[in-house]
């Protein structure tokens, strides 16, 4: 039975799932305690935020895009020619709760996620994170801390950026390439687009956010055995983030109200 | 200053450290001696805290280390410099940042004082105007040699080096040796050096100490050490591939 867990995964998985919280007690202690690394923070909120931006963008387009090809095939098919002026709260709804905020974890784990680990992977194999230590920098600190504020702030802003390029998208297939009343398909994404809607994205962003961090960081500073250790360490982190990312969506869209009723 | 009593140091089942006992006094310097591989890095790495032991305890100054942990632990660090078998430096830092990064977190000197004391500190090492380099732009040894300067920077009580001269050309090692005893005689710093280089063992230690399976197996002088009646101290002071040391 190879796929029913023996109790040495079992006990393993928890280990892990252990040094995961005590990382993650870390890094609250440093965020919340103790004197930030604001250089270290400036350099992380650019290279997090700025230079994901084109991937979020391209990203975000063609999901909006598709989305909407979907969206006006299924409206056009089930409920008949005609009912696609009413796709824009549906495709608003789901761009902003679901699709831009996984797209967007998705892209920065592999792209910021991975270079996490390999840099402090990196970092370890080559003694600086003791350096780090020796000159009074506690690693969690000034590596750990920042990465993780910067990646929480980012996430969050660049799903934001996402939201309103893959709305643009979608509103550009339906009103634009298929000829759809501009005017009522507008009226009725404003009529029924909650604010909380967006806010839900953004707070399972800022989540995500975390997870991106800490994972690459913590497969970072376990990393062993030379460049292959630092190669197994990236490809773990964009592994276990993704699928963590995923998992815990469905969990927190479970967990938020569907609707506060606020608009 | 430094008291290693009964150090027990496993990595998974494989034991490195058994049973390690070592006195380092004020003001000496101490050579740690011992084949690749016997556990000289992980020994001084336990001075620092940066490994906990297994068993036993580490005191500096009079206060046991292992069981320490943040602050109180980095108060610990600011008594030593340690200089990495590998350099360590940090890549993604100039050189001058390098040198800088104890300065700022451990001393409050103005940005002007620090930036004198990083030239100062790459002259001592022989090195001028590679501030602005990036660590990968420098040759092994002088990576070294910043490393070193990175460690003294902040002139701690005690340095730990991890093999100061492997890397580097002979003239070069033995400038290293210079600085090595001057740091000792005008700044009372407290040294523990490892290296395999009997020659600078002889001219820098006020004692030396071999490290063998797990143990310290001899202590003293180095003409002590040169007489020693131990056939493993010779056979390694010696570098002979014959003797009781089996290394196939
Ligand atoms: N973090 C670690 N995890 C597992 N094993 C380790 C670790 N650090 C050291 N070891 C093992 O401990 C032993 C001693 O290593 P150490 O680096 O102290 O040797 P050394 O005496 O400094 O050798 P060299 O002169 O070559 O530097 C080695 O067998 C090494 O494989
Ligand atoms: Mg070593």
Redesign the pocket.
Known sequence: MPFFPRPRHTIMFLEQLGEVGILVGRTLRNIFRRRWERGMLIQQLEEIGVRSLPVVLLTAAFGGLVFGLQTYIGFHRYIGPGSEVYTGPIISLGLSKELIPLLVAVMVSGRVGSAMAAQIGTMKITEQIDALFSLGADPVRYLVAPRTVASVVMVPCLTMVGDLMGMVAGYFYIVIAMGVNRHVYLQNTMLYLELWDVATGLIKAAVFGAVIAIIGCWQGLKTRGGAEGVGRATTRTVVISSITILILNFFLSKALPASLGLK | MIKIVGLHKS?GSTP?LRGVDLEVRRGETMVVI?Q???????LIKHLIGLLKPDRGEIYVDGIEISRLRGDALQKVTRKFGMLF?GAALFDSLTVGQNVRFGLERYTSYTSDEMDRIVADCLAKVGLRGVERLMPHELSGGMKKRVGLARAIAYSPDIMLYD?PSTGIDPIRADAINDLINVMKTELRVTSVVIT?DMVSSYKVADRIAMLYDGRIIEIGTPREIQNSGNPVVQQFIRGEAEGPIKIF
Request: charge should be neutral; charged fraction near 15%; avoid cysteine.
């Open positions: 990595f490195v011992g690749s591989g016997s556990g000289k890095s992980v078998q093999e395999h």
